[in-house]
């Protein structure tokens, strides 16, 4: 995967869900999950100091422990537990941010830091990445990346010629990663890690109009973006026209496959993905993602079925605005 050298499956676990943010799971369903992706063949899980105020590293780092011997690469982010302010990007916080995920995690080095969707100032920052280097040297981190919100912020940070992995939004309903910052990672070595691949579940084919989420599931309190960026929920596309899109979909999927595994199919047959990271609630979503692995390649004549949906329902929508 990119920079990080490292060798890995190309579907991986996204761990936002085992903190907070979605309804609560608990901590043994959050193992369980865990144990379940791995047995599934998931080599790297992603997480951040934030989901949970640190719960879901805490409880990666006691899988961590109690499965020691397992091969896995622990992707983690840091930044957003501050307010979100150039200046807090220091070499400073960096330490102290990354010795609470050391700690979280159970390990005296992180496989792979991100930088947890910063201002957009932060990218051209040479400081902030002269401290990275620094936490490299110091053998704190094996590696850093960035999560971003848009294809700018990619593009700088691929720019960047520490920078081993980016972070971003893709699936069937952002496809605007394909035109250039795919490419750009690519010939620069730099790994791509393809996030919210499931649109927030509308991908997954379970909701209709009449679906309702918990209180404290960011698909109910941030569809605006009140809490955070709201290309974070469905990927910015307001909910009927996602479920138009999603039923449109439906149509492709093959009768071995979900709707869920042909997404994640669509992500991994892009040219230039490292690894997709889908979250899991229960034991059961954790292994039919991690089988997305086995679907055979989609053809070019679904991929072009693919593009013409997003062209006609989604793109007027939101593929300015990423």
Same mark, same amino acid.
């Given at each position: ?8 499956? !190309? ?12 309804? #609560?799971?608990?901590? %043994? ?14 080599? $790297?899980?992603?997480?951040?100091? !934030? ?25 983690? +982010? ?9 200046? &807090?990007?220091?070499? #400073? ?30 990218? #051209? ?26 294809? %700018?912020?990619?593009?700088? &940070? *691929? ?16 496809? +605007?990663?394909?035109?250039? !910052? $795919? ?8 790994? *791509? ?5 499931? &649109? ?17 599931? #960011?698909? =109910? ?7 955070? %960026? ?12 996602? $479920? ?6 439906? &149509? ?24 997709? *990271? ?21 053809? +070019?004549? =679904? ?5 013409? *949906? ?13």
């Amino acid at each position: 995967m990119g920079g990080t050298r490292r060798s890995i499956g !190309v579907v991986g676990l996204g761990a936002w869900q085992l903190g907070a943010d979605w309804g #609560h799971v608990s901590d %043994d369903d959050a193992l369980t999950i865990l144990g379940t992706a791995v047995d599934a063949g998931v080599s $790297l899980i992603d997480t951040a100091d !934030v989901y949970g105020d640190g719960r879901s590293e805490r409880l990666i780092g006691r899988f961590l422990r109690e499965r020691s011997g397992t091969q896995l690469t622990v992707a983690t +982010k840091m930044g957003r537990r501050v307010a979100q302010e150039p200046q &807090a990007y220091s070499l #400073h916080n960096f330490r102290q941010w990354n010795d609470r995920s050391r700690e979280n995690l159970g390990v005296s080095t992180l496989d792979l830091v991100q930088l947890h969707c910063p201002p957009t100032e932060v990218y #051209h920052t040479d400081a902030v990445f002269d401290a990275l280097d620094t936490l490299v040297q110091e053998g704190r981190i094996a590696a850093y990346g960035v999560s971003v919100e848009t294809c %700018d912020e990619a593009l700088a &940070a *691929i720019a960047r010629p520490g920078v081993a992995s980016v972070q971003i939004i893709l699936n069937a309903l952002r496809l +605007k990663p394909l035109e250039r !910052v $795919l490419p750009a990672a690519a010939a620069a070595g730099v790994g *791509i890690i393809a996030r919210v691949p499931l &649109a927030s579940g509308l991908l997954s084919g379970r909701y209709d109009e009449n679906t309702t989420f918990p209180a404290d599931d #960011h698909r =109910t309190y941030n569809r605006h973006g009140e809490a955070f %960026d709201v290309g974070e929920t469905f990927s910015g596309v307001d909910f009927a026209t996602g $479920l138009a899109a999603a039923r449109r979909l439906s &149509a492709l999927v093959g009768e071995n496959a979900t709707l869920a595994q042909f997404a994640l199919r669509w992500i991994i047959d892009q040219p230039g993905v490292s690894v997709v *990271i889908p979250g899991a609630r229960n034991p059961a979503q954790a292994e039919a993602n991690a089988a997305a692995a086995a679907l055979a390649p989609l053809d +070019k004549a =679904t991929l072009d079925e693919v593009n013409e *949906i997003y062209d006609e329902l989604i793109r007027p929508q939101i593929h300015h605005r990423w």
